[in-house]
C-alpha cells in the first residue's frame, strides 16, 4: 500500500497485537504511540492524553485506551468516553503488511515528534 506524501514504518510484528490487545511502542524512534488490535482491524493512535500529556495505557477488558493522570478514556477510535479530555486522540493510518504493522505518518506534519525528528535530520544534510 503506498499513500502519497507519507512516510511508513514498521512498528511491530502483528503478533505482539494480539487480536483485542494493544502494543506501545515509538513512531520513527521518538513518537510514543498506541496500536490497537479491534475487530479485525489495526488502528494506531498517539499515546499522549490530549488533556495534560500523560502516557496513555489499554485496558484489555474494557477495550478503552485510559489516562492513568485523570482518568480520562478513549474507545478504539481515539474519541473521548470520558474526560477531563475533549479532543481525541491523534490517529495514524495503520494496516497488516507481510506480517507486520505499518503505521504512516506525515513527515511535514510538524504536530508530531517524529516529524519533528526528521526534519532536523534533514536541516542536517549537506
Ligand atoms: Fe490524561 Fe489528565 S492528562 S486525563
Known amino acids: 500500500m503506498r499513500l502519497r506524501g507519507f512516510k511508513v514504518v514498521h512498528v511491530a510484528t502483528i503478533d505482539k497485537v ?3 490487545g494493544a502494543y506501545r511502542t515509538k513512531l520513527a524512534g521518538e513518537e510514543p504511540i498506541i496500536v490497537v488490535n479491534v475487530n479485525g482491524e489495526v488502528r494506531a493512535f ?3 492524553c490530549t488533556h ?5 495505557g489499554w485496558n484489555p477488558t474494557q ?5 492513568p ?3 480520562s478514556a478513549f474507545d478504539t477510535r481515539g474519541e473521548v468516553v470520558n474526560g477531563p479530555a475533549i479532543l481525541p486522540l491523534k490517529a495514524y493510518a495503520a494496516y497488516v503488511e507481510d506480517g ?3 503505521v504512516a505518518y ?4 510538524t504536530t508530531t515528534s517524529a516529524s519533528k525528528s526528521e526534519l ?3 536541516s542536517i544534510r549537506p
Not at 495534560?52 to 496513555?56: N, R, S, V
Not at 506525515?106 to 506534519?109: K, Q, R, T
Open 106 to 109: 506525515l513527515p511535514n506534519d
Open 120 to 122: 532536523r535530520a534533514r
Open 63 to 67: 477495550h478503552l485506551i485510559r489516562c
Open 69 to 71: 493522570c485523570h482518568g
Open 100 to 102: 507486520l504493522i505499518a
Open 52 to 56: 495534560e500529556g500523560c502516557p496513555l
Open 46 to 48: 498517539e499515546a499522549v
Open 18 to 20: 494480539p487480536p483485542g
